[in-house]
Every structure is written in C-alpha cells, then in structure tokens.
C-alpha cells in the first residue's frame, strides 16, 4: 500500500442538521428530504441512494412538509407560513405564496397530484390547485380551532382527514364541511391530558391511522367514528407514520429513536380476516424519528440525529446484493472539505461559516502505526461568517492558499488571504464579476491562476484571478447540446490544459484550455494555438458588466468579432484582436453517457486520463487526448469489480493521484480508503478484498501471490475528506459519530437493562 | 420430564412391532394422529382409525423426519391437524409444517430457539429464543413472505412458553423465577408473577384456561390462577443446582438434610415426602441470574445428638475463594437453628471434609470440630468460654496439624472419639484426639484416598479406605498393618452407625453396584450389581424408628437402618426388601382408615348414601359393578398418590392392567365359597394376606355398624341386608 505520514485531523466540527420530513415521489425513484435547517436534498432510488440534489437552507425557511405534484415538481411548505416550490434544476426554491393562515404544520398532494392541502396554525385547511408556473388558492375548507398538524387525503381524493389536539377530523372535499370528528383523547384516573395527534394516513377502505403523543397506533373506522384497533408501541410519542402504496404495510418513527413496521397479515391461512399486527421493530436512531417514508421495496427513517436509514424489506428484494443492504447517511455526498496542498491548509464548510485551519506538523518519523507527537499544534487561523439569512453553497481554497472563494444563493465571495509571519490578513476582493449564481460548486487550477465555477444550465465560467487581489471572467463553457441542469461537480487538469464537468443529467463534459494558458511570470496570457474553427461558429457567452454577447471567430489567428448587448436592443461590433481576446476555449469531448450518478471524477496530473466513479460503485477510466476509455477501464469492465467493492453503501467522494506513484489511484468515501494499483490484477470474487491485514501476516512471497489492485484501509472512520499532500504525506479528516451525539440534545431518558 | 394438563387420562396400548427396539420417549396426541418421537431423534406419525372400543389398532405408521430434537419443548402442534412446527438438534432451524413449508434459520449467535408453542386459533408461532427474546412468526406459509415481531423483557433464555386457550395472553418463564404474561402480543402490556423461587421450566395451561401451573429447576410445581394469583405449591425434595453437602441425616429429627434452596439448608422427612423446614445459611439474597458466582452451601455436619450444626459456605472465585465456617446451636425455646460462632477464612483454601467428635456420653465441652483444607492443613476448633457474665460460647481453633505439606482430604473420628483419622492425599494419618499425636500412617500407593471410615461396634478396630486407583483397604488400627484390600473402584463408602456394616458403591462400566460388607471379613455380605444406570453420588444410612423384622437374611443388614442413594441427576433411591405390591398395600390399609370419617353432617349424609349405593349393588348382584367400586390397592395408590412421586408409567402398567383382569383361580375359590357358605364360615381358608383383608373389611363394617347406631334410621330390610352382607364371603377380594 505504501506508507503514508497521515495528518489524522478530527477539528472539524461539523453537526449536520436533523431530518425533519421526507416525502417518497409517487410512482418515481426519487424521496425528497427536508432538515432542521431548511435545507432540502434530494436521493435518487435508482443511483443507489445518491443524494442527487442538494438546496441548502435558509435562516427563515423552515420546512414542516413537503410533498410532491404534478409529477415532479416539490413543495414546501414551513412555519413562515409560505408555501414554496424547489426549482431541482437551478437547485434553489423557485416561488413562495403565503398560506394565509400563519404557519403551516402540514401540507399534502391528493393523489392526481392536482390540489395541495396545507394544515394551518389557525385551525385551517386551505386547497390551492397546482397550475403550471405556480399555485393557486382555491378554497378554504371548514375551519375550527386548533392547529392541524398532519393531514391525509383518501385516495380517491374525496375526503381529508386531519389531525389536531385531541380529536381528528375528516372533510368532505366538495363541501368543505366537516363529516366527522372524533376524539382520541387520553384518561389517566379521570385527569384529562392532552393527546397530540401527530401522523395520519387515510387508507382506501376507509380507515384513519393516527399516531399520538401516547406512543399509540390507532385505526378507526372513519364512518362509524370508531375505534377498531389500538396498538401501544412506545411509552413515548410517536411521531410519524407512513403507509405502503399497497396499503399493507405502515412503518411508525418514536421519540425514543426505534422504528416499528406494521402488517396486515392474514389471521388464517386462506381466510379473508386480516388484522394489523405490530412486526418488526428497528433501533438506528437515538432521537426522534421526525420523519418516516415507504417505497416499495424499503422502510426509510430520518431523525433528528441527522441520520437518513433506510432499511430494505427482505422480502421485496429479489437478488442479494446492493439493494438488500441496509444503509445510513449521516454526511452529504460531496465535499465539505477543501484542501491548499502546497500551503497546508484546511477550509471547512459549515451552514453559515468557513474556518481556515493550519495542519500541525512534526519533525518525527516512526513505525507503522505509531502516534507522532506534533511540534507545532493545527492552528485555527480563519473563520469566515457569510452574512445574511442564506446558507453557504459550496466553498474552496487555492492549492496556495491565498484565495478563498465560497458562493451562497445571490452572492458570490472571493478573498485574498495575506500570510505575514504568523499573523493573516484577510481582504474581500471587490468588484467580483457579476455571474449566474447561484455557483454549484468552486474549483481553483492548480497553479491557483483561475478559478473555475460551476453554475447552472451546464455552464462553467471561468475567473482569472489577478495579483494583489482582483479577478477578471474570462469565459464561459456551455455543453454544446445545452442543458438546464446544473454543474455539481468540476475537475481540471494540473497542467491547465483540460476541465471536465458533470452536470444534473450525469453527463460529463471536457473543455479544452490549451491556449489558456496563464504563465505566472508573464502575467498574461498568450495564445498557443488556435483551433481550426471555421467561419461561422458562434457561441455564447457574458463578458464583464455586459450581458450575453455572440462572438465568432473569423477566421484563425486573427482575433475575435463579437456583439456587445447595450439595451434596448442596441448592439456595438467589436473585434478583439487575437492578443488579448480569449483563445478558443472549446469544447473538447463528452464521456459516454452511463445511467448512474456521477459521485467524483478527477484528472490525472500525468496521463490527463479522466477517473470518474459512479454511484453504483463502478470506476472508469477515460483519457482525453484519445477522447475513449482506457485499455485498463475496458478491462476492469470485462472482468468486473469484486462483489463485496460493489456491494458498499457509500459513495465515493473524491478521487486523488500520486504524482510520485503513477499507477496509483487514492479514492475513499465515508468508511474506507483506498489505494487502487492499476499496476496489480484486480481481485476475483473468491480472493479476499480487504486483505491488509492478512497480508502484513504473510511471508514475503506469499504475499507478493496474494496482492491485488485494491488496497483498502478502513482505519480512518468516518472520514469525510482525504487528499495527498505531497508524495507521502495524506491529510484525513474525520468526524466520530460520537463527537456529533454529544453536540446534540440528550436523548430521551430510557432505563436500560444492566445499567 | 414430559408434562402437560390432561383433561382425562387416556391409556394409549401401542404396540409398534417393528418400533420397539427403540424407546419411544413422548407422545402427543392430535384427534387423528399421534407423533412420537424417539432418542434416535426421528418423528413418526402415527394415525388412529376410529374405532368404538377403547382398544385402537394403528397399522399406518410413517417417519416424518429424522434430526428431531429430543425436549418436548422443540415440538409444538398448531391449529391445522397437519401443522407442526419443531426445531433441529442445533437449535438454530426453525422447520414448519409436514412438507418442510418453510425453513427459517437464525443467525449463529446468541439467539438459538429454546422453546416454541403455537397459537391456538391462529396461525401464529411463538419461539423463546437464548437471548431472551420470544419472537411472533406469522405469515410462515409464504416462503419469503414471513414476518415477526419481538416480545423482550427476559435477560436469559426463555425457557418455556404457553398460550391462554383464546391465544389472547401468552406466558413465558425462564431463569428469572418470574411469569410474564403478555397481552395482545404487545411489548408494552405485560404483567408480572415474580418470586417464584427458582427458574421455571415447563407452563402448562389447563384446557378451560383457569389454571396455568409451572415447574421448576428445583422440583416443584407451582399452580396459578388465571388471573396471575398465587394459588398452590407442590413441593417434595427440592433439586438443589449441586448438592455438595453430601447426605446428612439430622440425629434430631431424622430428616435428610442437604442442599435445598440456593444457600438454604432443606431438612426432608423421608416418610412423609415433605419439606420439614429451610434453614437460611448464607443469608444473602440470591440473584436469579445465569453465570453468577454466588455464595452457596458446601459442607454441613451434626453434633451426635443434634444441637451443633456446622456449615461451610463458599463463594467460587478463581482466584481467592471466599469461605465462611458457621457453627450454629440448637435453640430449644424456639425449635431452630442459631447462629453462634461465624468464622471467616477458616482455611486458605477449599475446605474438603469437616466432622465432629461423636462422643454421646460426654460432656458438651469435649466436643471438637475438624476440618480439612485443600491449604495442606487440618485444623481442630473447640468451644472456648466467653468472657462477658452471661457465659455464653464461642468456638475457635486450637490446633493445625499438617503432614508434608500434602493437601488434606478427608477427616473422621472413631467411634469412641480417641482417633482422628485424616488422609492426606495418598497417605491416611492418625491422630489422638487428646495429645494431637501423630500415630501412625497408612498408604496404599498408588492412588490418592478417596474416602475413609473407621468400624464400628465390634469391628471400631478397623479403619477403611478407599483410594482413586480402584482399592478398598482395610487396616488393623492394632497391628497397623493392612488386613485385607479389594480391588474396587469405590466412589460412596458410607457406615451404618448402628451397626458394623459399611455400604460400598462402586462405578464401573456405566453401572453403580452396591456392596456391603463388615470391616472383619474380607467377603461382601450383600450384593447388588446394576443397582441404576445413574452415576451414585451420594448414600445415607437412615436409622429407624424401630428395628424391622425381616425374615430374609440377604437383607439382614437393613434391620436397623434403610439405606438411600441419591444419583447425579438428583433421584433419591432407597433398597427395599418388599416387593411392590407390599409396599403399596400398607398404605392402602391407611387409606381404609381415612374412610372412617370424622362424624359430620356431610359425612352422615355420605356415609348413608355410599351405603344405599352399595346395598342396591349388591341387591341386583353386580359383581363386575361391585368389583370396580373396591378397587385394587394398586389402583387406588395410583390415583391418590401425588404425580410427581409415583414411578414411572412404563412400571405402573402392568399393576394397573393385572388389577383389571380377573383371575380364574380366584373365581373358582368364589364359587367354592358360595357353595359351602354355611360350613365355611368359620373354618376360614387360612392365607396371611386373606386374613389382613378380611381384618380390614370388618373393621370397615364396623365403623358402618357404628354409624348406623348413630342414625338409628336403618329401616328394617336394610338391617336384613346388612346382615347378609356380614354372612357374604369377601375372599375373592383378596386377589386384588
């Protein structure tokens, strides 16, 4: 595996936000989850649970429900009292209507998808029609007081029944008159103690499912107003509940962290008589469980320990493998991290804040194994607060460390961070270029020249960065085919020559930077070689204060004509001459399309092959100059990956080289790294996949025999960034699952057995 | 160990021709079929055709599997006839229903299935798990489809579990000592019958669901109500976890005394089969927990007349073993045991044999205890006078002896209290009790000595021993030479003390076989070869309260004392020189007695009626009718005879089925008598058992006489027929 000088960092003080609803699209593979914090991500079933998109929150908009309609689009709706729609291409919310009715607790979509109900502080239900571009209010329905905490449509869209305080109620939707109300009140030794009814699903044969404050399941027969069978899961609340869409299967979430799924399971073999029964109970929490979904093949939990478990119904899945494992996200599947490799630097991302940290360092060596004692300590040297009530994007460091970039909703930060002695200065660059924003995700070159930023409709611009602390845009890339989805993911090469991104749609473009060359002692740049592009070719892009111009090359080597939009549909012609114009940043080649998500994707300092790991755990390897997968992806393709790599719950987020080592490919995700020799066969199903330990027991020979391309440390957990710093030294930040619980509120007091 | 309610009992007459080879060990019984399962871990079914007779012959008879586990706990039948649900030897396969419907494996760990019932309306299984979990299947009839729930509140194995008859609660038990009833297959609704002394093993509900009854480790059965109410306790030798004690009889009440309850001291009567009293030794609470160390009972002696009681307990550690000597005193005035003197550390090490100096014509204070240790140290203890005014006693040591530092094994006194004998591995020493002089040594290498003895009586010149390497040694305390030696593996060596007889017990090639024999003579008196299938651990000769007369002169020895084994499984064993049915019969005559019952008026309104009853039988000459009302002994003893104390069915059997056949022999006698009714009357057929019978009938008709003179309401006729019944001849019942 070779040996490493690991910085083993554990200051970054991450706590992710708890999970405070989750909404399963309808017939679709995707479930849509909201946290604490206002954020909104969304996974989708079919790339292995990858959490595709990410909205971050926002100070004022906390989200109580969400729901999907109308296909694809997502709602949300919080105690603000607005109602919001989540644009999932531009990754931010859309539009806001106020619900008029304070704020909003619970929302649901009937199941057209065609009217949204929301529950309101005052004792509302309001129905607002999904109309394209926007929602409409239609009408209220019978209002009485008491806040509505949680609503259900029948699904035949003729009825709501909605929860509250004490009673529960169900609406006739053509009327808007309440046609029942029935108490689920609690008596303890005639004292009355107010029962809070916290979930309710509206089953097609007319039975209401409630969940209550008193750790009850309940269903009552709607008509009647009666209680039929009551079933007591836990001595606290339980909070949520979701049915299958067969309607066979309930899953609850409680206060005290466990899950419990419900059946209806025949009484008999061959009989008709079915009845509830209370299954299988599941502890991975330890909060509460604020919000549970059922999808047809798995029972999916999120708390407020900020853990999203989603747990597989063994039955419903065919084949071992990927989809029976159970699995549990507790960090985002991208970077928070960002490393100044030659500076030594650390940024980390937080909601509303960048810290800039200072790796410590030793002048010792060892053994294996063995703890080096630091003589100098990390250093925290930064904090950086954003302003305002929008939380941060996406953040980077220069790999000199003297710029820090980070981009919220509306705005778009760069610094010049001064080094002097131990002291730092931190200075705001003013008048950056006024870009698309929000920005997706920041990358600097490697030479920290330019600054690359991922921004919406598949585009890329490009900033140069000036000394003492100024930038200037130089150009944007657009896929050629267009797209609306947006970039999330950027990798250049360290020779400044290639920029490949990845774009909603997983596709993955390579730009070509050749002549884009920024030579940091000419201070300029200098055109190397033009491509031959004929007459004719257009592109768009925004240069400056201007809006969007077309420009064309005439003709090689002299230069570039374009249009400058004044307003008012003026147009000014200029032709820029071919010194000091953009060269021809163009577009180089597209990655075969592979239907999984992309999870990370980098350049090799060397080859320039491009490495992309996808979420479904394969790995290829594409060299750009030959614009095809290299000989050793098409034959880790042949032969296949080992089945235990494929079977990991975790997505790989970021893929590093050796320059020393050029064979060698440093990948990890949140539970291993790993050091893949391309050098080295690749495992068969029946040989060992993680066998470092076993090979440090073998003789010299043996294990010369026993070696394999994939050498796996899972020392390191959970890790949540990794990077070379230089040819044997790895930075590695962690963040214990233990360190996160002890920032949270204590959970519920429970007596546990034996202690 | 089989154990359910029976609503009647049913007799099943199988006779499986090609099955008998192996023993069958349970029976379950569904309307159409019955399973047995065997020790060679096969399930045959068996099905019943109908038939008017109380008499079935089944001829279809098929294995169902092979690989059953042999507890009746591993079996359970569902409401389907043909559903049954077990579980493989490994305990980790759950197999259900006839053609393997569906099989469920556990993950290897600690959740092994220990117990399944089945719901009885339902379908529905219930399984206790080794982690104390109780799971719910349903759904099994799906192969994938099946699902679970999970009851918890066990922290060890659940060890058994029964549905109520409407599957709505369901019991289970285990280490704990506690019932749990659980309502509604919920986690959350549970109640509680805790305290129940020791871990249960079986529940059995009664089929009208009132009652639910549960037996323990310790050999008792619990009755409880339906509503979780403590109702009645069945109790008669409890079965301690080990019984390190040994058997000690209590020279004060005769009882047995031997481990009972964890840390209690049980005195047993051995004629009533009871409990006399528990006496708390350790006097710490126990905790009802697998794979504790606790502080139990490990060694118990008597002073000669009872009024000392040492005991030892210890506490197993690795390392350092906690031990505590406490000499009790006879309490007079409130007919217990008081602790008097409590010694920390007696020993450095286990303590192996302690005994007192049995001296019955001496005086209190030349009374002496010894103990042995395995520190390579016995040490003698004596009362010593306090100092405080109300001169009360207290015991300390007075003396350590060792010899090289060996470990010290046994420790006994002769009769006349003068020696001590104690072995010390391979060597036995022998002290005077006054100087504490070393005597003199006797070894018989190789072999370490196992248990030693001295004579009594007539042959107190003597000392036995018995060593590890196979050899019964008797030395000449005289001439300090070896008389004679046996080449015996002797595991029990026990003297009668009332007499010179030593009882040997020896263990070889799976078999225990007693011997007795006198220390003068080398040859054994009596013995018994194959006396069980059991491993002997432990015998006790049992004085009687009055020598017996037994004619026999192979039993000879048992004149005195009765002599009892107890087994490693805990079965209490005597030697009887009767046969069955004489044994029985005694108990019998004392049920006649019962008969007469105290007057009352329901015993008025009784008697007169159980009169009339048999008058009218008699009147019509019912004699089948007649014979069934006088039962045989046999019978009768089956039937009042509490259930855990009567032998095993396979030996109840024939006594039952002889009692129901009538004899030709004795019918030809009948017929006899009737016919020479008037000559026979008073030249009576002279048999000593016939006679006993007939004493009994007439005390019986007495009693009746008696209380026909009380009612004074006999009207004449039935005075007529009561005469006759006098005159009528009763032999032939003598043949029951």
Redesign the interface.
């Known amino acids: 595996m070779g040996e490493f000088e690991v910085h083993r960092v554990r200051f970054f003080g991450l706590v992710p936000a708890g999970v405070r609803c989750l909404a399963c699209q309808p017939r679709g593979g995707r479930l849509a989850l909201a946290r604490t914090d206002g954020a909104v991500e969304v996974y989708n079933f079919a790339a292995n649970y990858f959490q595709e998109k990410v909205i971050p929150g926002h100070e004022t908009r906390s989200v109580e429900a969400l729901c999907w309609a109308a296909g694809d689009r997502l709602f949300g709706a919080g105690l603000s009292g607005d109602i919001t729609e989540y644009d999932l291409a531009l990754l931010c919310a859309a539009r806001s209507v106020d619900g008029c009715g304070g704020p909003i607790w619970s929302m649901a979509a009937n199941s057209s998808g065609t009217l949204l109900a929301i529950g309101c502080e005052d004792g509302s239900v309001k129905l607002f029609q999904v109309v394209p571009g926007g929602i409409q209010f239609e009408r209220n329905l019978d209002r009485r007081k008491g806040r509505i905490l949680c609503l259900s449509w029948h699904p035949s869209d003729t009825h709501i029944a909605a929860g509250s305080i004490d009673f529960l109620r169900v609406f006739d939707v053509c009327s808007g008159q309440t046609v029942q109300r029935i108490m689920v009140n609690y008596h303890v030794l005639k004292v009355r103690r107010e029962c809070i009814v916290w979930s309710i699903a509206f089953l097609s044969n007319g039975t209401i499912v409630t969940s209550d404050s008193f ?1 009850r399941v309940q269903f009552w027969d709607w008509q009647r107003g009666t209680l039929m069978e009551s ?5 606290s609340a339980v909070l949520s509940l979701a049915v299958s869409e067969e309607e066979d299967s309930i899953v609850v979430g409680t206060s005290t962290g466990a899950t419990y ?1 419900f ?1 209806l ?5 061959g009989s008709l008589e079915k009845r509830w ?5 599941f502890q991975h929490h330890t909060h509460d469980v604020r919000a549970v979904a059922h999808s047809s093949t798995a029972l999916i939990s999120g708390g407020l320990d900020a853990q999203l478990v989603i747990r597989p119904l ?2 419903k899945v065919q084949k071992k493998g990927y989809d029976a494992a159970l699995r549990k996200f507790t960090f985002p599947h991208r970077r928070l991290v960002s490393c100044a490799r030659k500076a030594r630097l650390l940024l980390f991302q937080f909601s509303q804040h960048l810290e800039l940290w200072r790796l410590g360092s030793t002048d010792e060596t060892g053994k294996d194994g063995e703890v080096l004692p630091l003589c100098r300590m990390p250093e925290h040297l930064v904090q950086l607060k954003s302003k305002g009530p929008e939380h941060i994007y996406c953040s980077c460091v220069s790999p000199c460390g003297s710029w820090i970039a980070y981009s919220t909703a509306s705005r778009f930060h760069l610094y010049r961070v001064q080094y002097e002695g131990d002291g730092v200065s931190i200075k705001k660059v003013p008048k950056v270029p006024k870009l698309l924003l929000p920005a997706y995700q920041l990358q600097f070159s490697s030479d920290s020249g330019s600054l690359f930023v991922a921004s919406a409709r598949g585009s890329v611009h490009v900033l140069q960065l000036l000394e003492p602390g100024g930038c200037k845009h130089l150009h944007t890339f657009r896929p050629p085919s267009g797209s609306s989805e947006a970039v999330y993911l950027l990798a250049s090469s360290a020779d400044g020559h290639w920029l490949a991104a990845v774009g909603g749609d997983w596709a993955i473009h390579i730009y070509d930077m050749k002549c884009f060359k920024v030579g940091a002692g000419a201070g300029g740049m200098t055109p190397t070689s033009l491509p031959p592009w004929g007459a004719g070719c257009q592109w768009v892009q925004r240069i400056g204060p201007l809006p969007v111009s077309h420009c064309c090359i005439p003709r090689a080597g002299l230069g570039m004509g374009l249009w400058e939009e004044m307003g008012g549909g003026h147009r000014w012609p200029r032709l820029l001459p071919s010194a000091c114009c953009p060269p021809a940043l163009q577009h180089h080649s597209t990655v075969p399309m592979y239907n999984c998500a992309v999870t990370a994707l980098a350049i090799h300092p060397i080859t320039n092959n491009l490495v992309i790991a996808y979420s479904d755990q394969q790995l290829f390897e594409f060299s750009i100059p030959e614009k095809q997968y290299t000989a050793w992806s098409r034959m880790v393709q042949n032969c296949g990956l080992h089945r235990v790599w494929l079977e990991r719950d975790s997505p790989i987020t970021h893929i590093t080289f050796n320059p020393k080592n050029p064979s060698h490919i440093l990948l990890h995700d949140t539970y291993m790294f790993c050091v893949l020799d391309k050098s080295l066969p690749l495992p068969d199903n029946s040989a060992l996949l993680m066998n470092q330990s076993t090979l440090k027991q073998l003789p010299e020979t043996a294990r010369q025999r026993q070696l394999h391309a994939f050498k796996i440390c899972k020392k390191f957990q959970p890790l949540l960034y990794a990077d070379l710093l230089d040819e044997n030294c790895l930075v590695m930040v962690e963040r214990p699952i233990m360190d996160i619980k002890t920032q949270l509120p204590l959970p519920i007091q429970q007596k546990k ?2 202690t | 160990t089989f154990f359910c309610f029976h609503s009647d009992i049913y007799f099943f007459n199988i006779c499986l021709e090609d099955c008998l080879s192996s023993l069958w060990k349970h029976i379950l019984h569904s309307s159409e079929q019955i399973f047995l399962w065997s020790d060679t871990f096969q399930l045959v079914s068996v099905k019943l055709t109908k038939a008017a007779g109380q008499d079935l012959e089944a001829k279809e008879l098929s294995v169902v599997l092979d690989g059953v586990d042999a507890s009746p706990k591993c079996i359970a039948f569902g ?2 006839t043909y559903a049954f649900f077990y579980l493989k030897k490994k305990r980790t396969t759950l197999i259900i229903g006839k053609d393997l419907l569906n099989i469920i494996k556990t993950k290897s760990g600690n959740n092994q299935f220990a117990c399944i019932a089945c719901h009885p ?3 529905c299984i219930a399984t206790g798990h080794a982690d104390g979990k109780i799971r719910l299947w ?2 099994f ?1 799906h192969k ?7 009851l918890h509140w066990h ?1 060890d194995t659940v060890m058994d579990l029964a549905f109520s008859m409407e599957g709505t609660s369901l019991l289970s038990g285990g280490v704990e000592s506690v019932l749990v009833l659980w309502h509604n ?5 549970k109640d509680f019958l805790p305290r129940l002394g020791s871990a249960i093993e079986y529940i059995s509900m009664s089929s009208d669901g009132t009652l639910c009854c549960t037996l323990h480790t310790d050999n008792r059965i619990t009755i409880i109500n339906s509503n979780l109410r403590f109702s009645k306790s069945i109790q008669g030798l409890i079965k301690s976890r080990d019984v390190k004690t040994g058997l000690v009889v209590d020279p004060r009440t005769k009882a047995l005394v031997l481990n009972g309850e964890p840390g209690h001291l049980q005195f047993y009567c051995l004629q009533s089969d009871q409990q006399l009293f528990s006496l708390d030794i350790v006097q710490r609470q126990y905790i009802h927990q697998a794979g504790l160390n606790q502080a139990d009972l490990v060694k118990v002696a008597f002073s000669a007349q009872g009024k000392w009681l040492a005991t030892v307990e210890e506490r197993e550690e690795v390392t350092d073993p906690e031990l505590q000597l406490k000499l009790w005193l006879y309490d007079e005035e409130t007919q217990s045991f008081k602790l008097n003197t409590r010694i920390n550390m007696p020993h450095e090490d286990h303590i192996t044999d302690m005994c007192f100096r049995e001296m019955d014509e001496l005086e209190d204070d030349s009374l002496i205890l010894v103990t042995a240790g395995r520190d390579c140290v016995f040490k003698v203890w004596v009362m010593v006078e306090d100092t405080d005014p109300e001169g009360s006693v207290s015991w300390s040591c007075d003396f350590v002896g060792s010899y090289h530092n060996y470990q010290a094994t046994n420790c006994c006194f002769s009769e006349d209290g003068s020696l001590l004998a104690v072995s010390f591995e391979e060597t036995v020493t022998v002290w005077d009790s006054i100087t504490w002089d070393l005597k003199c040594t006797f070894c018989h290498p190789p072999g370490k000595i196992r248990n030693i003895c001295f004579g009594r009586l007539t042959c107190s010149k003597y000392l036995i021993g018995a060593t590890d390497y196979g050899f019964l040694c008797c030395w000449n305390l005289l001439s300090c030479a070896l008389e004679w030696s046996a080449h015996l593996n002797v595991l029990v060596l026990q003297p009668d003390p009332l007499s010179e007889h030593i009882a040997a017990v020896s263990w070889l090639s799976k078999e225990s076989s007693l011997f007795v024999f006198k220390p003068n003579e080398p040859r054994p008196i009596y013995i018994q070869r194959n006396l069980c299938k059991e491993k002997i651990q432990l015998a006790a000769f049992v004085p009687r309260d009055e020598p017996e007369t037994i004619v026999s002169e192979k039993y000879h020895w048992l004149r005195r004392s009765q002599l009892f084994f107890l087994t490693d499984t805990q079965e209490l064993m005597t030697l009887s020189t009767k046969s069955l049915e004489e044994r029985l019969t005694p108990s019998s005559k004392q049920l006649a007695v019962e008969e007469s019952l105290p007057v009352t008026p329901f015993s008025l309104l009784l008697g007169k009626h159980r009169r009339q009853q048999s008058h009218e039988d008699i009147d019509l000459g019912k004699q089948v009718h007649n014979k069934h009302k006088q039962d045989s002994p046999a019978v009768k003893e089956l039937l009042h005879t509490p259930a855990h104390v009567l032998p095993s069915a396979s030996f109840l059997c024939p006594i039952f089925i002889n009692s129901l056949l009538i004899s030709k022999e004795n019918k030809s006698a009948e017929e006899v008598a009737d016919e020479v009714e008037m000559e026979s009357e008073k030249t009576e057929d002279d048999s000593d058992e016939e006679r006993g019978v007939t004493e009994m009938e007439q005390e019986d008709t007495s009693a009746m006489e008696l209380l026909g003179e009380m009612t004074r309401k006999l009207s004449k006729s039935q005075e007529k027929e009561l005469r006759k019944i006098r005159k009528m001849d009763y032999s032939w019942i003598s043949a029951f």
Request: glycine residues 4%; charged residues 30%.
């Open positions: 750790g079933h007591t899961v836990s001595t799924q059946q399971l025949p009484v008999k073999m029964v209370r299954t299988k109970p063994m039955e057995f034996g | 409401r389907e309306t339902e379908d349903r759904n009839y994938k489809d099946y699902t679970f729930s999970t922290h297959e919920s986690n959350c609704q």
